[in-house]
């Protein structure tokens, strides 16, 4: 118990507790749009551009989040331009674009010799966040917070209907680009949480147990980040308590709360 509270008095696992929450409260309304649109495998293709990212990072001396977050903010862009330009599917694109970047993350450590934390980066590093980190986090935190605020009806609009919406005047290009280069700036923040190979199930899961738990939209993306924050709170805690990885501890507490989601019956109208 003694050893317990001397940890709880440590400035690293208050940092950690500080970015979990940060990536909580904005991974949920952004997993409702995610879940909304069907935008897993988006995510994913994100994710998997962070090694290229990370990589690029070490070659020009960049903070690691600023790296990725421009990767994956280029990769976004990118997606949105093959999207016009190419009558393949989204899937395919996806499909091509996530593998293509991940191979050429893989082939761009190789050729520079960089010596990359592969575990950390697969699945986050939490309890090495720093306060530049923290500050960083925070930035990128409240942009996406600031955006979702400023664009949340044409973002409804748009989800629920492109066409409609672009008659009622709703910039549908441009909605769709902001909502990709959010998600990209999530993904950016999140890898340091959860890693590479689960920030999208800190997208979804939450959202996903929310859904069912909710009314309207906006129940449903708040309730999204408060079971996000829970997850970071309970998977912290298994942590510390029997020494787990902590991405992996968050991501089975968010499954955890989707799973009692399950037994809820909505009342009837």
């Known amino acids: 118990m003694t050893q317990f509270s001397e940890l709880l008095q440590s400035q690293f696992l208050w940092y950690a507790l500080a970015a979990g929450l ?10 409702c749009f995610a879940v909304w649109r069907r935008m897993a495998y988006f995510g994913d293709t994100l994710a998997h551009s962070a090694l290229l990212g990370v990589t690029l990072g070490f070659i020009v ?8 977050g421009a990767t994956c903010c280029l990769l976004a862009i990118l ?6 330009r190419q009558k393949l599917s989204v899937d395919t694109l996806l499909g091509i674009l996530s593998h293509s970047m991940l191979a050429l993350g893989i082939v761009t450590v190789s050729l520079f010799e960089i010596n990359v934390d592969l575990l950390s980066l697969l699945l986050g590093d939490l309890l090495a966040v720093g306060g530049r980190d923290l500050l960083l986090m925070a930035a990128a935190a409240a942009l ?11 973002l409804l609009a748009f989800t629920l209907h492109e066409e409609l919406a672009a008659v ?14 959010m998600l990209a700036l999530l993904i950016a923040i999140a890898m340091k949480v959860v890693g590479v190979l689960l920030i999208t199930a800190l997208l979804i899961i939450p959202a996903a147990s929310a859904r069912r738990l909710s009314q309207t939209p906006e129940r449903m993306a708040l309730l999204a980040s408060a079971i996000g924050c829970a997850a970071v709170v309970l998977g912290l805690l298994a942590s510390i308590l029997w020494d787990t990885p902590a991405g992996p501890s968050i991501v089975l507490a968010a499954a955890l709360v989707f ?11």
């Open 22 to 31: 940060l990536v909580a409260l904005v991974s949920g309304p952004l997993g």
């Open 61 to 68: 001396q960049l903070n690691t989040t600023i790296a990725v």
């Open 144 to 154: 996406i917070a600031g955006l979702l605020y400023w664009l949340w009806e044409k």
């Open 79 to 84: 997606l949105v331009y093959l999207q016009r």
């Open 259 to 269: 799973l009692l989601s399950q037994f809820y019956r909505k009342r009837a109208a």
């Open 168 to 181: 009622e005047g709703v910039p549908v290009e441009k909605i769709r680009l902001a909502l990709m280069l």
